[in-house]
């Protein structure tokens, strides 16, 4: 079974992902992609590793329109790509962790905690 990195950037708006492979020395790039127009009128959009529009298409008029809705057509359509894979990190881009948090940090209960106080931001 491959191990599998999932980094997410979920906007105001939008969801932006990518899934790397775990590999030995650097991971390897699979899929990328994004849902643009999260609220509104959502469309996932996604490229394999060679840049190539693998999806384009509207999410389904009669399910919610929020992030919840975006982030399970993202994992079901990683997951029915990725048939013999598993998800075994995720990273998520913190926009301002303050002068605390400037590099990447394993998110743990204290660290969660610390980065509530931002939300005001």
């Known amino acids: 079974m491959k191990d599998l990195i999932l980094v997410i950037n979920a906007g105001s708006s939008s969801i932006k992902f990518q899934l790397f492979e775990a590999a030995a020395a650097d991971p390897i790039m699979l899929y990328k992609g994004q849902i643009d127009g999260i609220y509104v009128d959502p469309v ?14 509207k999410l389904p008029a009669d399910k919610p329109k929020g992030h919840d809705t975006s982030l399970h057509h993202i994992l079901d359509w990683l997951k029915d790509k990725t048939e013999g894979g598993k998800i075994s990190a995720i990273g998520h881009r913190v926009l301002h962790g303050g002068t605390k ?16 106080h931002f939300i005001p931001l």
């Open 101 to 116: 948090y400037h590099h990447p940090e394993l998110i743990t209960p204290e660290v969660f905690k610390d980065l509530e």
């Open 44 to 57: 996932f959009v996604a490229k394999d590793a060679a840049d190539n529009k693998i999806a384009n298409e």
